[in-house]
């Protein structure tokens, strides 16, 4: 009977710890190369295929080269409260998936020309994630 106690309270802390992750709306990726990749956790699909991480969802449609990946969490923040960098500063872009997108002069002239989404910039100084 003491054993069916155990398991009982195990298999409700289990089922509380699964119920309590579905609040955490991101799933951030850090990268080996010290930049972090945050994406929308609603309806994400992820796959492996060829050595990639392939996230789907209505927003995103990246694969991650999983050799690159150093670890992943939920959160309940993208992190993109504050851009400590200078906006108008030359910087290339690049998406989720490592793909470079383009060069811009400043983050205006990238918003005007790349389409919505999620983009990592890197400066001469400074790397960083951006959503238009």
């Not at 060829?50 to 969802?57: N, V």
């Not at 990246?62 to 670890?71: M, T």
């Not at 993109?80 to 793909?99: F, K, V």
């Amino acid at each position: 009977m003491g054993s069916f106690k155990y398991l009982l309270l195990a298999a409700g802390f289990l089922s509380s710890s699964a119920i309590y992750a579905l609040d955490f709306p991101w799933l951030s990726f850090k990268m080996k190369d010290a930049s972090e990749i945050t994406v929308a956790a609603d309806n994400l699909t992820m796959n492996y295929s060829d050595g990639k991480l392939l996230l789907t969802s209505s927003s995103v449609n990246e694969a991650l080269p999983v050799a690159d990946i150093s670890s992943m969490i939920f959160t309940e923040q993208a992190g993109l409260d504050e851009i400590n960098a200078d906006l108008s500063e030359h910087a290339s872009y690049y998406a989720l998936g490592g793909t470079k997108v383009g060069e811009f002069s400043s983050v205006d002239d990238a918003r005007r020309a790349l389409p919505s989404g999620i983009y990592i910039a890197r400066t001469a100084s400074k790397s960083f994630k951006i959503i238009f």
